[in-house]
């Protein structure tokens, strides 16, 4: 049976699905609809544009119709938009962009893939100002050739998410002088606030100027207008507050939604209409792990479904095991990747879940090969379980193939036990011979068993200002380079002979720059008969990173004699 | 109960296991014996050493005895060498070097950590030569200072595993004349003779003179002599042949050896003796792919093995799931890792596993990116179970992560089915949406499911010479740029209006540049009922790396008009 299969859409979602029928069927007749003039472009390389990382705006358009055509037997139609959907007479109408006439295409099955758009809100005064959303090569491409040509170079980028943060970044490595306007306490959500800071050290370290907690309330002539008052000047402003999925033409059509706005689909990625499927990002998933109905906006996934909806259709069987939303992320210097639940998630969606947190640092490479860096790394897990329930990794580094592990370790169910025993593949310029993962599956397992207590850098402030008891067991020199205000220094190689200057009495905080000395450090003293001792997860390498923006932004005392990155 | 633990050797097992117990007790008596001057260096940053890499030999010293003793209070007593074992009276006799004089000390536990010794083969000639083996810091530090004051700059390495090739490698990138000398077909054998052709042609390509399948039959004045009668100038020989496990002790004391020559230990690292463990390169361990003992020269598993042993004496229990032996290795340009079984360990140990190969190129980000170079991607799977078995990446990206994910699958006893499903962390600089460890799962399941046939590269000189029909479905400019001799050039892009050209009556065998081309005609002509077609896989880029270095060595004739490594 030859069949007729529509597919709206022709970015990540639409192209793998007609590529993949296509494998699947050489009879079948597939016409792939996107209203753009692109199909199948790199959408997550398009801020790359602006540094000139990706010289070319063509460069990310990495298929063209002629070739689907040729090579794949697929009518990809651009300039062309699919303005609504017969679902009764199964056909849909279609405006010719460049001509402007309309015209019907029935099908046998259709696949949605429509995206979702850029939230532009209706603030005041937007006519006194160039605004700019990005989400495909056309728009990349607009606003790189504009921004080249204005003489004042203030940006102002609105949004800390993905794009956000990539697109100031690549206009800040052009010289543009960058302003990033966030509404919350922090950019990038994938990433808890206090791993976060690392992020905003960078990001403010480069040069831009980050502004958080702030909103735009009107713009006025080449000026941004925030609710503190704050003016920002901005020639051009480009708007990444969030995307919504594009799901007038699944509504209008009577095609159902779901809790969260996208487009429900069940296991199948069929929608109400079993003729119709949706995939990408105008969809909802199942997350594995929140076991929440979620929206992704994630390429990976995107491809995922659109193969399975190609396999579906020709009545192959397929897996849904739901998402668990693993991400990376580039911000200059430093690299992030993160997967799974974080405790902001948890604490936003009021999850029911027990869980306590392992907070480490390690190098990345065996400290004397050449660019070892510590990495940062922060790992979830169910109590008493030890099952993994997420991490997140940021580090000059290689930091993704750590977070791909404990991706790989929660699709299985994977537990402390296992990240402790997993066999990851070494070498001195890799990594370690005992890789972090391990290190944190050990760490996890110690707190798990209550081998030893800790407390995360995010607490050292309120420790300071009540006057506990820390013990900084790094060495006299270290201690001298900055130091936690009022911390006795007590290195680990003396601790034995100085445990008299321990109060047995009252609780004991102990750091020293990474968390392994201090952790020793615990353990010695625990074992010795004191029972109210405390690791600091995240210990002064982690707390100066911690420390620094928020000192900055706030304007507050420091609680450190000095910062130390090193 | 305050016990007396003595670990003989100090560096990777020793030194994780005397840290484990200190941490386990504060009160134990640890003391550790090592001959040489350095307790805990970096073994596997030895060969960094010789290129300058590492610059100082005392950087590769990661801890020191006055350290132990202060941070762990641990008595790690250096050119201190164990001379027997007297299990009776549960004592060692211990012999210092620096002044000669033997003692006695008595133990509770004994832990024996004393590592593998590089075998030196009794070969005529040995005095008219200089000689090195490298197992420590002395070794290379002895190693390094001698050539840097030889006038003629001939080296000959001898041995093409690991340390030959780092060595080599290391050596030539300080500008030495380098031969590197293996005795069988292949060097670095956790990789299949088909992939590794790409290390060989990296390693000629550097300017290594590199001689496999002949051997050393005697030394004349710096000169090696070989088997072929080739002659060899080597002012310097270093003789990285392998390494034989330290059972002299573990033997003389009547401690039991295991099938493979080391010391034969239980699921907790007991010996025969329940107050003596055995850990490191000494031992042989369980290998949960093989279900047979096997020796691993690995740094990670001796500290995992360490750590158990420490847990144990404390009464911990530990989990003991056998080995996998993931591996990593840098080849100047090249990156390569590898995990679990390969195809000459099951001909090797004549496994009875019924297993297929998927054999697939991919780029390691996204082609647009600055850096994205092809990944050579090579994975085992049961059939018909799917069941991952091993794999094996080489490229210039990122290898290690890409192996990681397979290792920690077949931790889990994952399969083909995981692969495809399994979440990656992606973003243009660091993978593709679709990872190539999700291309391999769905070529596996595709392969698993007889939904297309296919031969391997190293088949392929095999069907130019009994003249059989291959399609090379590159664009004609790609043909022009170098194929295979005999080839039919019909671009896919033309393959359905050129169907005419192709014979249902005999096999036909469908290339491309890395393999993606080729599957999509493969497919089109099956849909066609076409029944007799195969996918080279491999394709032309993996056949150039193929064939390159075997044309060179063994001067035979091309197969391929011109090898396009790009």
Chains 1, 2 share one sequence.
Do not use: W
Request: aromatic share 8%; hydrophobic share 40%; glycine share 8%.
């Amino acid at each position: 049976m030859i069949r007729k299969i529509l597919i709206i859409g022709g970015v990540a979602g639409g192209a793998s699905a007609a590529a993949r029928l296509r494998r699947n069927s050489e009879e079948d007749q597939i016409i792939m609809f996107e209203k753009g003039p692109h199909v199948s472009f790199s959408n997550c390389s398009l801020p790359y544009h602006l540094s000139g990382i990706i010289k070319e705006a063509e460069d990310l358009v990495l298929m063209n119709p002629e070739l689907f055509l040729k090579q794949y037997n697929i009518d990809a139609r651009v300039n062309n938009e699919v303005i609504a959907i017969d679902r009764k007479n199964k056909s849909v109408i279609v405006k010719n962009i460049l001509s402007g006439q309309n015209y019907t295409e029935t099908y046998d099955k259709l696949i949605l893939s429509p995206g979702a758009s850029p939230i532009v809100p209706n603030i005041p005064g937007m006519e006194n100002v160039k605004v700019f959303t990005i989400r495909n090569v056309v728009d990349i491409d607009k606003l790189n050739k504009f921004v080249k040509q204005i003489k004042l170079k203030d940006i102002a980028v609105i949004g800390g998410g993905f794009i956000g943060v990539e697109v100031a970044e690549n206009l800040r490595k052009a010289e543009y002088n960058v302003t990033l306007i966030e509404g919350t306490d922090q950019v990038l959500r994938p990433y808890d606030y206090d791993m976060v800071q690392i992020f905003h050290k960078e990001i403010v370290d480069k040069g831009i100027d980050l502004i958080l907690e702030d909103t735009v309330i009107k713009f006025e002539e080449n000026k941004v207008i925030l609710s503190s008052g704050r003016k920002v000047d901005a020639n051009v402003v480009v708007m990444a507050i969030g995307v919504s999925p594009e799901t007038r033409l699944a509504k209008d059509s009577g095609i159902e939604i779901g809790v969260t706005g996208a487009i429900k689909v069940d296991k199948n990625y069929q929608t109400n209409d079993p003729d119709v499927y949706a995939v990408g990002d105008a969809i909802e998933v199942y997350h594995a792990l929140t076991h929440t109905m979620t929206k992704l906006s994630l390429a990976g996934p995107a491809q995922k479904e659109a193969r399975a909806v190609a396999d579906h259709i020709n009545n192959k069987s397929t897996l849904n095991k739901g998402y668990i939303g693993s991400s990376a992320i580039e911000v200059f210097d430093y690299n992030g990747a993160a997967t799974g639940l974080n405790e902001s998630i948890i604490k936003l969606l009021d999850l029911k879940v027990n869980y306590d947190v392992v907070r480490v640092i390690l190098t990345d490479k065996v400290g004397i090969m050449p660019g070892a860096a510590p990495m940062h790394f922060k790992l979830l897990f169910e109590v008493p379980t030890g099952k993994i329930l997420g991490a997140q990794a940021i580090g000059k580094g290689d930091v993704t193939k750590r977070i791909d592990v404990i991706a790989t370790t929660i699709k299985f169910g994977g537990t402390l036990e296992d990240l402790k025993d997993v066999e990851l593949c070494y070498a001195p310029q890799f990594s370690t011979a005992k890789d972090i993962v391990n290190y944190a599956g050990y760490v996890g397992t110690n707190l798990l068993n209550k081998e030893f207590k800790q407390v995360n850098v995010d607490k050292v402030r309120e420790l300071v200002e009540s006057n506990r008891f820390i013990v900084d067991v790094r060495e006299q020199g270290e201690f001298a380079g900055g130091h936690i205000k009022g911390a006795t220094n007590i290195p680990l190689s003396e601790l034995r002979e100085r445990i008299n200057e321990i109060p047995k009495d009252k609780p004991v905080y102990i750091h020293c720059r990474t968390g392994q000395r201090s952790y020793n450090a615990v353990l010695v003293l625990q074992n010795l008969g004191f029972h109210n001792v405390y690791n600091i997860a995240g210990s002064f390498l982690g707390l100066s990173f911690y420390e620094y923006y928020n000192d900055l932004r706030l304007q507050r005392e420091r609680i450190v004699t000095e910062y130390n990155f090193r």
